[in-house]
């Protein structure tokens, strides 16, 4: 029986949650998704509408807004699905693609998820160690494996404890980035000048990155509600899980559209790094 337990392996794959393995309450989809969105690369969603799009802060704002609140919408559908169906959303898209049409969209999740978005965060986790431990003097290879060893032990053990692990990194990570964000939203430069000549087309591109970034969780959405119980009020379900995608992208998104403004901000440094600014 695996339940609520937490410091045990989870058994299941993709197979159909016996309703007596489910539990769980929808406000957990909160942090377990506005958690894993306290990053650095949210942040450079941003950086990339002021630095490399040539937008002002506020045509960024509304790309960014717009943009993860339909990727938070679709987050919070698909997420309601999780109870009904009691499968994960590789196997629920079988449904629309067929069982071997699905092969081709699993697959390509599989290498963009499993290696590539990976690889992404590993990196950026171990820019942020060196970042935050500057004074040890850590070689990359050395805080890239930590953070590599840490995220497969997670994800061994998986659903509950990855669940309960958001929920415990939240209030740390809540308070580092929100002292950033204080910071940078101070000391911005809210008066700063567009540098596109095509603003029509650099919104659009803002956009779609803005709404690719949150819309980039909806191939999970179901796995981590595919434990609560079909009877659970599957509207709050979709609703924890948008509300965590929407807030934290939009904050940390702007936030990263503001740095680049900030007096002192270089842009060939290690990105990690500018957020000693703050």
Same mark, same amino acid.
């Given at each position: 029986?695996?339940?609520?337990?937490?410091a045990t392996v989870e058994p299941g794959g993709v197979e159909y949650i016996a309703?007596?393995?489910?539990?769980g309450k929808p406000i957990q989809l909160f942090w377990t998704w506005?958690?894993?969105n306290l990053e650095f690369a949210t942040v450079f969603v941003g950086v990339i509408c002021v630095l490399f799009l040539g937008l002002n802060l506020w045509e960024s704002f509304t790309a960014i807004l717009i943009g993860t609140a339909l990727g938070s919408l679709t987050q919070g559908i698909l997420s309601s699905w999780g109870p009904k169906f009691g499968v994960p959303m590789m196997v629920q898209s079988r449904a629309s693609f067929g069982f071997l049409g699905n092969i081709l969209p699993a697959g390509l999740n599989a290498i963009t998820g499993a290696f590539g978005w990976f690889i992404v965060n590993s990196v950026s986790g171990a820019f942020a160690i060196q970042a935050l431990l500057s004074g040890l003097n850590l070689p990359f290879w050395l805080a890239f494996l930590v953070i590599v060893i840490a995220q497969v032990t997670i994800a061994t053990l998986g659903h509950n404890l990855i669940h309960s692990f958001e929920r415990w990194v939240l209030p740390l990570l809540g308070v580092v980035?929100?002292?950033?964000?204080i910071f940078i939203f101070a000391h911005g430069n809210w008066g700063f000048a567009a540098t596109t000549t095509t603003h029509v087309g650099?919104?659009?591109l803002a956009f779609t990155a803005?709404?690719?970034y949150a819309c980039g969780w909806n191939p999970y959405a179901a796995d981590y509600t595919r434990y609560l119980p079909p009877t659970t009020d599957r509207r709050m379900v =979709?609703?924890? %899980?948008?509300?965590?995608?929407?807030?934290?992208?939009?904050v940390l998104e702007f936030a990263g559209a503001v740095l680049v403004t900030v007096k =002192?901000?270089? %842009?060939n440094g290690i990105p990690t790094e500018q957020l000693h600014l703050a």
């Open positions: 029986e695996y339940g609520d337990r937490v309703l007596a393995e489910r539990h506005i958690s894993p980035f929100a002292l950033a964000c650099s919104w659009l803005a709404f690719g =979709g609703v924890w %899980a948008g509300l965590g995608v929407f807030i934290s992208c939009v =002192g901000y270089n %842009a």
